[in-house]
């Protein structure tokens, strides 16, 4: 099942206004912080890398991997926006600059 148009409508409502962006592929998204790859959305749910700042945010939560063959992620539970935009934010902080394409 892919994630339907309104659930992505209402997650980027108000976490747009704070850089985060989500890029369709293959019917779910992955979900970008200041251009840099913070998680995804699959069936209507949001997960997150396994990061330091997210481990510290998240403890307790669901390691599960979000597809068939993916690497276990944090599934984000809350639909609190001031809670997702600081955790994404703070995911974000954490990564690396992605390196600029040729």
């Given at each position: 099942?892919?994630?339907?148009?309104?659930?992505?409508?209402?997650?980027?409502e108000v976490?747009?206004?704070?850089?985060?962006?989500?890029?369709?592929?293959?019917?779910?998204?992955?979900?970008?912080?200041?251009?840099?790859?913070?998680?995804c959305?699959?069936?209507?749910?949001?997960?997150?890398?396994?990061?330091?700042a997210?481990?510290?945010?998240?403890?307790?939560?669901?390691?599960?991997?979000?597809?068939?063959?993916?690497?276990?992620?944090?599934?984000?539970?809350?639909?609190?926006?001031?809670?997702?935009?600081?955790?994404?934010?703070?995911?974000?902080?954490?990564?690396?600059?992605?390196?600029?394409?040729?």
């Amino acid at each position: 099942m892919a994630t339907s148009k309104e659930y992505i409508e209402n997650f980027l409502e108000v976490l747009e206004l704070h850089g985060v962006r989500v890029y369709p592929m293959m019917g779910d998204y992955v979900v970008y912080c200041d251009d840099k790859p913070v998680g995804c959305i699959c069936d209507n749910h949001l997960f997150v890398k396994i990061t330091p700042a997210s481990s510290k945010l998240l403890a307790g939560a669901p390691e599960l991997p979000p597809y068939a063959g993916a690497k276990p992620r944090y599934l984000v539970e809350s639909e609190d926006k001031a809670f997702l935009v600081k955790l994404l934010e703070e995911v974000a902080a954490g990564l690396p600059t992605p390196k600029k394409r040729k």
